[in-house]
Structures are given as structure tokens and as C-alpha cells.
């Protein structure tokens, strides 16, 4: 008789040498910086191996619906996606030593949009990143999407500066640190302590953060009229 595997042994089951790192780009639309952050997510295929390597007999379904075009419903032809007013859908059921899971899942473009049109290469995307979710249930790989449904308006209390505020800042110090030819952390350090701030940095509220912006602002306008001077003045020797 075969052994099964419980749930707690495949979801401390070491996948990592598995998991591939996506880096993705943006731009800071206040400040205009390129910043960057990573994805990590199992591979398809080494999800399939690992299955199959727990119970050789492991099936995947990949649920289909009827096609809808302008022309109606057409229930006789089946295609591997849900239309619907708000947007597309795969459906995949893992099935593991007799114990299925079921994952829902939208199409969506890299910026995790809904996707108008979907072409059947965007289709078929989704449907791999579904059997993967699926097979997540069972435990393989569930912890990559540890927090993945906090909500998207999360945010600091009202009298509290954002992220995009803290970036800001960040921004300016860098800029000072660059005029006076010393590192942004000291500059941080130096206006904290000039505003008698003993708190955590990413906790500063609203009043604090004008208050160093303004005094930042202030800082790089005399130094650049500094640097200006001196400019003129050995251009003059």
C-alpha cells in the first residue's frame, strides 16, 4: 500500500530551488525614478513534476464553457475560459491522491488587469498560473501567496504620510546628498534630528513630512545657489 502524504508534509515540502524570481519595473510618477520590485512563482512544469512525483495517478481538469460570441450562445462548442460582464475566467481542478482542489482565476495583462480580449496565448498564461494555485491548495508551494489577498486600499491612518510621501523624501535627501557630497542616511539622520524626531522614519505624520520637505526644498535651493557662486566666481578667475 502506497504512502500518502499529509498536507503539513507537502506544505513544508522545499520547493525553492524550484521558484523563479520575475523582476518588475515601473516609474515613481512623483519623483520620476525607476524602481523596481520582484515576483516569485513556481514554474508549471515543476509543479506538474512534483505532482506526479507525490501520485503518479495525479490528474489536472481544465473546466470548459460554452462559446459566447456576438451571435449568442453556443452551447454545443466548448472552449477553456468563462465570458463574462467582468472579464475572462479559467477554471482548474487538481486532483491528488483522491482529494481535489478547485482555483477561479481572471485573466489579467502584468499589471494584473482585467483583460478586454484575451488572445489565446494570454488564455493559456492564466490557465498555468490556475494549476499552479490549484496544486497550491493541496500545500506545494502554498506560501508563495502568503498575503496575496490583503486588501488593495490598505493604508496609514489619515494623519500619517503615504509611501509615495516617504519616496518623496527619500528623493530629496538623495539630491542634498549629492550637493554636499555625503550619503542620503546621513542627511536623513541630520534633518530628523534638526525637527527633534526620535520615531521610525516610515512612521512620520503628515505635519512632519511638510515640514522636511519644506526644510529639504529649502536646503537644495541654497546649496544650488552655493554651488552657482562658486561656479561663477572660479569662472571668473
Known amino acids: 500500500m502506497s504512502y500518502t502524504p499529509t498536507f503539513e508534509e507537502l506544505y513544508t515540502k522545499d520547493i525553492s530551488k524550484h521558484v523563479e524570481k520575475l523582476k518588475k519595473t515601473y516609474e515613481d510618477k512623483k519623483t520620476g525614478q525607476q524602481k523596481s520590485f520582484e515576483l516569485s512563482y ?33 452551447e454545443s462548442v466548448k472552449v ?23 482555483e477561479i482565476l481572471p485573466v489579467l495583462d502584468s499589471g494584473n488587469k482585467p483583460i478586454k480580449n484575451p488572445s489565446s496565448f494570454q488564455i493559456n498564461t ?5 494549476f499552479v494555485k490549484a496544486l497550491a491548495k493541496h500545500g506545494i508551494g502554498l506560501y508563495l501567496y ?33 550637493l554636499k ?5 546621513t542627511v536623513k539622520n541630520q534633518l530628523l534630528a534638526k525637527k527633534e524626531y526620535a520615531g521610525k522614519f516610515e512612521d512620520i505624520s503628515m505635519l512632519m513630512y511638510e515640514e522636511l520637505r519644506a526644510l529639504s526644498i529649502k536646503q537644495i ?5 552655493e554651488k552657482a557662486e562658486k561656479e561663477a566666481e572660479e569662472k571668473a578667475k
Open 42 to 74: 513556481l514554474s508549471w512544469a515543476y509543479g506538474w513534476r512534483e505532482m506526479k512525483r507525490i501520485d503518479p495517478n495525479a490528474t489536472e481538469t481544465i473546466h470548459e464553457f460554452p462559446l459566447v460570441t456576438n451571435n449568442g450562445v453556443f
Open 221 to 225: 535651493e541654497k546649496l544650488n545657489k
Open 80 to 102: 477553456p475560459y468563462l465570458m463574462t460582464p467582468q472579464g475572462y475566467f479559467v477554471k482548474d481542478t487538481v486532483t491528488i491522491n483522491g482529494r481535489s482542489e478547485t
Open 126 to 130: 492564466s490557465l498555468k498560473r490556475c
Open 181 to 185: 557630497n555625503i550619503s542620503a542616511k
Open 146 to 178: 502568503v498575503g496575496e489577498d490583503l486588501p488593495e486600499d490598505i493604508s496609514k491612518p489619515i494623519n500619517q504620510a503615504d509611501l509615495e510621501q516617504l519616496e518623496e523624501l527619500e528623493y530629496l535627501f538623495e539630491e542634498i546628498a549629492q
